[in-house]
C-alpha cells in the first residue's frame, strides 16, 4: 500500500492549493479515504472524508465546511482536496489516510499559509 500526497506549498491568507493523494497498491475504489493535518504542538484532526461511492457522499470539519471541497477520480486512484480561502491557521501537514481496515497514512505534505 502507498500513499503519495503532493501539491502543498506556501501560499498567501486568501488564496488556494489543490492537494492530491495518490493511492496504489489496493482496490482505491472499494475504501473511503479522508484527510487530516497536523499542526505544530497539535494533534492531528480530521478535515475532510469521502465515501468510496463517490463525489456526493462528503463530509467536512466545522474549520473546512465552505472552504475545502473533497473529491476522488476512482480512474486515477486519487483523492483530492482542494482549499479556497486559505487562513494561517490552516497551516500544517496533510496526510491523506485509507478508510479501510487496516487504515494507511501517506507521508503527508506541508501547507504554509503565510504573508
Known amino acids: 500500500v502507498q500513499l503519495v500526497e503532493s501539491g502543498g506549498g506556501l501560499v498567501q491568507p486568501g488564496g488556494s492549493l489543490r492537494l492530491s493523494c495518490v493511492a496504489s497498491g489496493f482496490t482505491f475504489s472499494s475504501s473511503g479515504m479522508r484527510w487530516y493535518r497536523q499542526a505544530p504542538g497539535k494533534e492531528r484532526e480530521w478535515v475532510a472524508s469521502i465515501h468510496m461511492r463517490g463525489n456526493n457522499f462528503t463530509s467536512y470539519s466545522d474549520s473546512a465546511l465552505g472552504r475545502f471541497t473533497i473529491s476522488r477520480d476512482n480512474a486515477k486512484n486519487a483523492v483530492y482536496l482542494q482549499m479556497n480561502n486559505l487562513k494561517p491557521e490552516d497551516t500544517a501537514v496533510y496526510y491523506c489516510?485509507?478508510?479501510?481496515?487496516?487504515?494507511?497514512w501517506g507521508q503527508g505534505t506541508q501547507v504554509t499559509v503565510s504573508s
Open positions: 489516510y485509507r478508510s479501510l481496515a487496516p487504515g494507511y
